[in-house]
T-cell receptor
Framework: NAGVTQTPKFQVLKTGQSMTLQCAQDMNHEYMSWYRQDPGMGLRLIHYSVGAGITDQGEVPNGYNVSRSTTEDFPLRLLSAAPSQTSVYFC?????????????FGQGTRLTVV | QQQVKQSPQSLIVQKGGISIINCAYENTAFDYFPWYQQFPGKGPALLIAIRPDVSEKKEGRFTISFNKSAKQFSLHIMDSQPGDSATYFCAASYYSTGTYKYIFGTGTRLKVLA
């Protein structure tokens, strides 16, 4: 059982380039989300989805787009990369959006924008 | 206010000692408080969680103490081991725009010396 799979693990982008971070889960979870992790700032929610076809903004959505065409996949798109988007990105899934459902995280994507 | 304040930022403990990490919050609407453990190069994973109607929860060497009136909760790791060396995040669940989301603390990097 793979859980939550993120690709790539590492990426270097030039300012202005675009790219897509992939996230897939095989647990049939309804709820998926993207976080960024920065030193001293913990995990901050970028975008989330409560089911296929439904997405919404989190705490820090600017510069990112998401879509949820299937239950399994939740890609994160950087439209025009900026150095401020240098971070470690984590995708997470939960069975549903109830209060106490466990979040399962992928291994992360370390992104550097130069 | 959607914020959880975590301290200390880093912690060094001798093997066999007690590690204590503290978190505080303001929003009384928070209603579920998980702790996540993250090893280097990995995504966070659920360690232990507590509801605000319980003052303490213990799982093995890990205990959450919860003080609802003070709006504080803490993680205690008894008999700390080098394998416990990781980053620990407290979190709180809150309801917003039709779904429960997690807000994370800034993390505590724990090092247990052998």
């Amino acid at each position: 059982n793979a859980g939550v799979t993120q690709t790539p693990k590492f990426q270097v982008l030039k300012t202005g380039q675009s790219m897509t971070l992939q996230c897939a889960q095989d647990m049939n979870h309804e709820y998926m989300s993207w976080y960024r992790q920065d030193p001293g700032m913990g995990l901050r929610l970028i975008h989330y989805s409560v089911g296929a076809g439904i997405t919404d903004q989190g705490e820090v959505p600017n510069g990112y787009n998401v879509s949820r065409s299937t239950t399994e996949d939740f890609p994160l798109r950087l439209l025009s990369a900026a150095p401020s988007q240098t971070s470690v990105y984590f995708c997470a899934s939960r069975r549903d959006s109830a209060m106490n459902t466990e979040a399962f995280f992928g291994q992360g994507t370390r992104l550097t924008v130069v | 206010q959607q914020q959880v304040k975590q301290s200390p930022q880093s912690l060094i403990v001798q093997k066999g000692g007690i590690s204590i990490i503290n978190c505080a919050y303001e929003n009384t609407a928070f209603d579920y408080f998980p702790w996540y453990q993250q090893f280097p190069g990995k995504g966070p994973a659920l360690l232990i969680a507590i509801r605000p109607d319980v003052s303490e929860k213990k799982e093995g060497r890990f205990t959450i103490s919860f003080n609802k009136s003070a709006k504080q909760f803490s993680l205690h790791i008894m008999d700390s081991q080098p394998g416990d060396s990781a980053t620990y995040f407290c979190a709180a669940s809150y309801y917003s725009t039709g779904t429960y989301k997690y807000i994370f603390g800034t993390g505590t990097r724990l090092k247990v010396l052998a």
